[in-house]
């Protein structure tokens, strides 16, 4: 089975989706990108935006993407990958989940996002700076709106799905 890559902002569901995925397609590993650089550096993604801010961590990503598609890291095995909401902002990183996988955009309605962000706000560098949590979220939806657009493959909509209908509707997409 191909590899699988979920796409989309932050509080889209890329997560959980990934986790209920893992569990219909038991033979595809689940990576978590985040969860796979904090590994990687024994920091944590608000601790590297922090101390290295955001241009580092773009780099990491891209780094840890290189690792899991071009050396082999996982041994040929299929996965799901759940990438973080700005990974596709850098073109190569594009290039490689396009290459590399069938990529899934987890599409959200902004009133969506500012619900799950507020009821999962989790520690988010990209949402700080000030502005209110809906305005922060159109804007960097108006930069990366496209850009998730272009990368996916599929574009699945989340708007009324819960993670495991979410899940079912990827699966019916591939080839």
Do not use: Q
Not at 69 to 85: C, K, Q, R
């Amino acid at each position: 089975m191909d590899n699988i890559s979920l796409i989309g902002f932050m509080g889209s569901g890329k997560s959980s989706v990934g986790k209920e995925l893992a569990k219909l397609l038991p033979s595809m590993e689940l990576i978590d990108l985040d969860s796979y650089i904090e590994a990687m550096t024994g920091r944590t993604i608000p601790e590297i935006f922090e101390n290295d801010g955001e241009a580092a961590f773009r780099e990491m990503e891209k780094s840890a993407l290189e690792d899991i598609f071009m050396t082999g890291d996982l041994s040929g095995g299929s996965y799901i990958l759940s990438l973080g909401g700005g990974t596709v902002t850098t073109e190569a990183c594009r290039k490689m989940i396009r290459r590399n996988t069938t990529c899934f955009y987890l599409k959200a309605s902004i009133d969506t996002l500012v619900h799950n962000l507020e009821t999962w706000p989790g520690d988010r560098p990209m949402l700080k700076g000030g502005k209110s949590l809906r305005s922060r979220i159109e804007e960097l939806m108006a930069s990366r709106g496209s850009i998730y657009e272009k990368t996916a493959h599929h574009v699945v909509d989340v708007d009324s799905d819960d993670y495991t209908s979410a899940a079912v509707d990827i699966i019916s997409l591939l080839d």
